[in-house]
């Protein structure tokens, strides 16, 4: 036995369904199968990748699953393709939480990071239309609050106010997960608010917080912009995750 011989171990063949899933989304993901458009019908890609047609149907099922199409049997018109987009993201992270696999203390305390760095960020680098969109979600989350729409419309206001702070960080990829991550934790929180008799003051208190927020950003505090992200998330969240991650709240809320 020589030194290289625990180098290797032997390989898994790959599936044509594996194949076929790859080069589509492959192609999805360069962007020359843009989100909106259709991919051939069955009989077409059968004959394109020269495979039979339950391949294709496998590889369309494990496309549909990660979200990146969409696919209805005998479609004339092909599946349509998604794309990748925070919705795709958020089950995930949504999935992971309900697995156990993440705690939703874990959860949270990303979403804690990643709301300090948007607000620091959109601090910085907001424009005279950033500003306008955030006080238009405010306007919406107080018309909402003592509106019969409920809590789940007060929370997409919320989500779009979150939204157009980190469009104001001007990174996308902080954006995509910002709103990823905001999403996952609203939607585990929202089923335990639900349960309040009366969400109102806790909607109020949003609505403080958010002003807060705003003038902060508007004022280019980058420092209190982060701080308010991280303090409120912690008031908010703390007493509803699980008792044996509190800790890693309190210590993404703490100053060094």
Not at 66 to 80: H, T, Y
Request: aromatic letters at 4%; hydrophobic letters at 45%; proline letters at 5%.
């Amino acid at each position: 036995m020589t030194a290289d011989d625990d180098l290797f171990r032997p390989v898994t063949p790959v599936r044509a369904y594996q194949r076929v899933a790859e080069q589509i989304e492959e192609h999805i993901l360069s962007g020359e199968l843009p989100p909106g458009a259709r991919l051939p019908g069955e009989r077409e890609l059968v004959q394109r990748f020269g495979v039979g047609r339950s391949t294709v149907r496998e590889a369309l099922r494990v496309l549909q699953s990660a979200g990146l199409i969409r696919s209805r049997p005998g479609d004339p018109l092909g599946a349509e393709v998604l794309g990748v987009s925070p919705d795709n993201l958020s089950r995930a992270l949504g999935r992971l939480t309900r697995s156990r696999v993440a705690s939703l203390g874990e959860l949270v305390q990303f979403r804690m990071v990643l709301d300090a760095e948007s607000n620091r960020l959109a601090a910085r680098l907001h424009t005279p239309e950033d500003i306008a969109r955030m006080r238009e979600q405010i306007a919406r989350m107080e018309a909402l609050s003592t509106s019969p729409a409920g809590l789940h419309s007060f929370s997409e206001a919320d989500a779009l106010f979150h939204r157009s702070i980190a469009e104001a960080s001007r990174n996308s990829l902080l954006g995509l997960c910002a709103r990823a991550v905001h999403e996952a934790v609203v939607e585990i929180i929202e089923k335990k608010i639900s349960g309040v008799p009366d969400p109102t003051p806790w909607m109020r208190r949003s609505i403080a917080h958010h002003r807060e927020v705003l003038a902060a950003i508007e004022a280019g505090d980058s420092a209190a912009a982060a701080r308010l992200a991280r303090v409120a998330l912690h008031a908010y969240y703390a007493e509803h995750v699980e008792p044996e991650t509190r800790e890693l709240l309190s210590a993404a809320v703490a100053d060094d």
